[in-house]
């Protein structure tokens, strides 16, 4: 690891193996620490552990946000599709775009133009993907707290991974990419 990398999982708690239970089965894992987040604290319920709320409350390394705004925040997806997968989130907890005030609307405007721009320079993606899944029957994993994806794309990017076996191969790690977008980021 890393000195950045060892930083950033600095004070967050991890159990000892030796002290959890576990039967081998034929899965094969991709050990993916980012996600302890999600592990530890997304899993509940209520509206007070939307992990959309409580990012903004951690420090940018700690949350991976890029960059924050007035009214909306950006930061990368624990689930990316492809390396440098963003998303652009009010910090009011309002599930649906509808439901977004005009200043609302317009940073989260603003902050995906910004996004594009900021993505191309570092990653010389050929395209994107932008959008919003409104609701779980549409596909949102967190419906309760709008967020827009912004998922950039290249040539020949998909291959035979997530067909056979439910995987995503992700060249680089979240750290590194969320603080390449970061310092990249205008201020
Ligand atoms: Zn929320």
Known sequence: MSAYQADEFEGVPTDAAADLAGVPDAFQRLWTPHRLVYIQHGQQPDEHACPFCRAPEMSDEQALIVARGTHAYVLLNLYPYNSGHLLVCPF???????????????????????????????????????????????GAGIAEHLHQH???????????????????????????????IAEAWPA
């Open 150 to 180: 912004i998922v950039p794309r290249w040539a020949l990017d998909s291959n035979f991974f997530p067909i056979i076996a439910g995987t995503k191969a992700l060249p680089r790690l979240l750290g590194e990419v969320r603080q390449e």
């Open 92 to 138: 009011r907890h309002v599930a649906t775009y509808d439901e977004a005030t005009p200043e609302e609307v317009a940073e989260i405007g603003e902050l995906t133009q910004v996004a594009m721009r900021v993505v191309k320079q570092v990653s010389r993606c050929d395209g994107f993907n932008i959008g919003m899944n409104q609701g779980r029957i549409a």
